[in-house]
Every structure is written in C-alpha cells, then in structure tokens.
C-alpha cells in the first residue's frame, strides 16, 4: 500500500500531514497531524508552513469548548435489524442538516467558528453543514465496524474527523462488501483455522487478504476519507483499557433531495432522540453531569486511568518535572532554611507514601499530577479520618484492629469520603469536571 506524506493545498506543514493514496485498493485517507491541539500543544510552525496557518482561530481550546457547551445523549432504541434493545456504545450529540428536513438542531453560534477553521483548513472545495459528535468517557466506550457511505451524502463523499483529548486508535478494515448481511462484528482473528477464518470473513464481506489499517490518533489530529474510501473500507474506534476522555466531530455534507430527508431523520435518530417521538425532549447530560453519574472525582485517580484530555496530559508532565526539580534543589542545597524546609517536605511526603500505601485503588501517578493544594486536602482528610479511626480503636480495645475490621472502617472512609466531596466542588470535584 502506498503510504507518503506529501503537500496537500492546505495550510498545514507539509511534514504533518500524512496521506494515503491507493486507488487498487480504494483507500484515500489524509491524516492532518496537530493542528486542532489545544494552544500549548501546536506543533511547532517551521519555515514550510504557510501563511495561512495565521487565519486558525488559536484562542480557542475546543476541547473545553464542547466539554463545556454539548449536552450529551446515550440513546436506546429498538433494532429492527437484530430484534432487541440497543443503547449507542459511546456518548453522541448531533448539529445541522439541511434546515428544510425535520428533525433539525440548527448549528450553536459557539460551534460555528471551528466550522470555518476546519472549512478553510482544507480549502474552498470542501464543505459540511452535518456534524456528529462523539464523547468516549473511557476505555469502554467505542464505536463498532461500520462505513459513513450513504447514498445522500453523494458518490464520494469527503468525510473529516477531528480528534480532541486522548489518543485512540482508529482502525480500517477492506470489504468486499460494505453493506453485509451480518451485525458486523466479526472477528478474523478469532478462529484457529485459516480456512474457517477466511470463509468467516468472506461471509461478512471482508476482505482477509488486505491487512487491517491502524493509527494512532492524537489530539487536534484531522482524519479526512475522501474519494471511494466509503465503498470499499469499513472502519472503527475500538475499546482501550486505559484510555481516558476523547471527543471526536465528524463532518459531512448532506445533499438536498428525498432521500436526504429520510437519511437526516435517520442521524437523529440514532444520535439524540432514539425511539423518543421527535416533538419531546430526549434524555441529555451535560460533561460535569457524566462524570457524576461514572462516580465523581474519585473516579479520576484510580489505576488504570491514565488521562482524561490534553490538559491532564500537561499537568501530569508539569508535576512530575515541579518533582524532580524539588528533589533536586533539596538534595544539593545544605543551609539552615533549606534543610529546615527539606524536613518540613519529608514530613509531607512520607504522609503521601502512607497514604499510597494505605489506598490501593488511588493510581500513584494521577495522585502526583494533582495540583498541591488538591493533594493537601486529599492527604489531610485522609489523615483526619485515619486518626478518628485510631481514637475510636484505642477507646474501645487494646487490640490491634482485625483484617475484616480494618477493611471495613476502609469502606466507610471511602464513604464518609464521597459525601465530604460532594459539599466541596468549588475546591475539588471542580478540578476534574472539565478536564
């Protein structure tokens, strides 16, 4: 396959865009590397990059944006095709259309502006007027093989997809037929035999001879399908374990006609009212909402979770350099009011290390990148209640605290713990509900 990074007439550097052009196969794909990114993680502008790389809106954090402005929908509906209930794999809201199609949502004035940059982006031949938006929380979220081909959208539809927050893996598969009569999910891994594998794949319209195509996408990366990529190639976001909060627009160009009008019901359909009749008010969460109802705060220090957004991914590197530094200066430096400091510091340290010890489910690493302040309160509240904990063994019995007793007085801290979090957003749980 030919895989080449070339100069495309956009205001891109030419060493950030990645394109795939390779007509036996039908894959035409353009990866625009960075240039969405929130402000302090734009690629650096080199001497290649053109003038226009100036008109990009850099004030603007989108990530935050929609964080702060999209209420969110987790939409259940009946399957005509499989015959059962089914709830979309990931959080979705949707924008636009053609306004004389029902149902519409006309595009908010505050969306309007990435619009244009990514429009201008990749130049006046492109255009979008539907967007598709989608929240993976985390790791569980996905969204399954499927191909965004669909007949009101045109013969060769150019389909952009911007990627904000963590790194996903996006991943494309050939087919010898898009539209299978099967759910989709095939797995040509799945079996021992390489004869039952191909036959399994051909009978869900697979092509096994072609490998799977796999990126890894960052974020402000701009993916753009263009030419019969629709016809020939299925793709999808799969589950990670780890992965923390991603945001992904979709931008596509729907075309006036009848089928359009079937077609733009259809992405409502499937994206904000579900079975809901259209003239009520579908279920919807705002980001803060979500991460209430996954468990609060607490949810964001626990092993396994290792970023939500590209600001978390900045602070963590921050704090863990503030670190490094400190140890650092308190090592070389020997003076009085150093070493004084440096004990003052041990002291707080070492109540950290307990701390660490003590709660198995806090990741080490996250806790770290925490602002000081946040790590304070978290350590003394911890510490408080450890020493009620303490007054309360020592009143009651001499003897050292049972297995089962410990993990229960572990519990209720845990418990006691939330409740306390939940009366103080304003210094804690307001750290996280936006990153």
């Not at 794999?89 to 259309?97: D, E, I, K, S």
């Not at 697979?206 to 701009?222: C, E, K, M, N």
């Not at 198995?360 to 450890?386: A, C, G, H, N, Y």
Request: with cysteine; charged share 25%; glycine share 6%.
């Amino acid at each position: 396959m030919d895989v080449k990074k070339t100069i495309k007439q956009c205001c891109c550097p030419p060493n950030n865009i990645t394109r795939i052009e390779d007509d036996e196969k039908g894959l035409h794909v353009d990866i625009h590397r960075g240039m969405f990114a929130s402000n302090t993680e734009k690629n650096t502008i080199t001497n290649n990059t053109t003038a226009a790389t100036n008109t990009l809106n850099n004030n603007v954090n989108w990530y935050d944006e929609l964080l702060s402005n999209v209420r969110w929908h987790r939409v259940k509906y009946k399957s005509s095709r499989f015959q059962k209930d089914c709830t979309t794999p990931c959080y979705t809201a949707f924008y636009g259309g053609r306004a004389e199609y029902s149902p519409y949502i006309p595009i908010p004035q505050w969306f309007q502006p990435l619009i244009d940059e990514v429009n201008s982006h990749l130049g006046d031949h492109v255009q979008f007027n539907a967007f598709l938006l989608r929240l993976y929380f985390d790791g569980n979220d996905e969204i399954a093989w499927h191909t965004d081909g669909r007949t009101f959208l045109g013969e060769k539809p150019t389909i952009a997809s911007l990627s904000l927050g963590c790194k996903a893996t996006f991943q494309m598969r050939r087919m010898t037929n898009v539209w299978p009569c099967v759910n989709g999910s095939i797995n040509t891994s799945s079996s021992n035999s390489t004869t039952n594998t191909n036959a399994t794949a051909a009978a869900a319209g697979v092509d096994a001879s072609t490998p799977i195509q796999s990126f890894t996408l960052h974020d402000g990366d701009l993916l753009v399908m263009r030419g019969d990529t629709q016809k020939h190639w299925h793709h999808r976001v799969p589950k990670e374990k780890g992965r923390g909060v991603r945001l992904n627009i979709n931008f596509r160009y729907v075309l006036p006609g009848q089928d359009a009008e079937r077609g733009q019901m259809t992405y409502y359909k499937y994206m904000v009212f579900g079975d809901v009749p259209i003239d009520q008010q579908p279920p919807s969460w705002t980001y803060d909402e979500i991460v209430s109802r996954k468990g609060g705060m607490m949810n964001f220090v626990q092993k396994g979770v290792k970023c939500h957004g590209s600001k978390r991914e900045r602070q963590q590197q921050q704090q863990k350099q503030e670190l490094s530094t400190r140890k650092r200066r308190e090592s070389n430096n020997n003076d009085n009011n150093t070493a004084a400091s440096s004990s003052s510091g041990d002291n707080a340290e070492s109540d950290i290390q307990r701390y660490l010890t003590s709660e198995q489910s806090v990741d080490r690493e996250v806790f770290m990148s925490l602002p000081t302040d946040i790590r304070d309160e978290l350590v003394s509240q911890w510490k408080s209640q450890q020493n009620q904990l303490q007054s309360t063994t020592n009143t009651i019995s001499p003897l050292p605290l049972s297995y089962s007793k410990r993990k229960e007085n572990s519990q209720n801290f845990a418990s006691s713990f939330g409740k306390k979090t939940k009366k103080n957003n304003g210094k804690i749980d307001s750290f996280f509900v936006k990153r």
